[in-house]
């Protein structure tokens, strides 16, 4: 069974820094790509980075210039959040896009770690 374990969520003020980890385990032909995604209250999951196993990056516009995707060998993606915003607050969800078998994809959610930007 596949896992993906967030960590690093919690409360900060605006403009400060938070860093999400997200460790994913269990058995797959081969990793397509990792993302993070986040949904706020009332709104519909939005990308706002992903990373594929070439190293490529992709970023929401919103994000771009404050946060950082990163990921190591261990299957450990992360995200490095700078000079957040109080419209950053949201659910925060890891996703591993992988290869099932040769001929089939599947995907993969965390359960999600609760980022608030607030004074």
């Known amino acids: 069974q596949v896992q993906l374990v967030e960590s690093g969520g919690g409360l900060v003020q605006p403009g400060g820094s938070l860093r999400l980890s997200c460790a994913a385990s269990g058995s797959w032909i081969r990793v397509n790509a990792m993302g993070w995604y986040r949904q706020a209250p009332g709104k519909e999951r939005e990308l706002v980075a992903a990373?594929?196993?070439?190293?490529?990056t992709n970023y929401a516009d919103s994000v771009k210039g404050r946060f950082t995707i990163s990921g190591d060998a261990k299957n450990t993606v992360y995200l490095q959040m700078n000079s957040l915003k109080p419209e950053d607050t949201a659910v925060y969800y890891c996703k591993l896009d992988t290869y099932y078998n040769a001929y089939t994809r599947r995907s993969y959610w965390g359960q999600g770690t609760q980022v608030t930007v607030s004074s």
């Open positions: 990373i594929t196993s070439g190293g490529s």
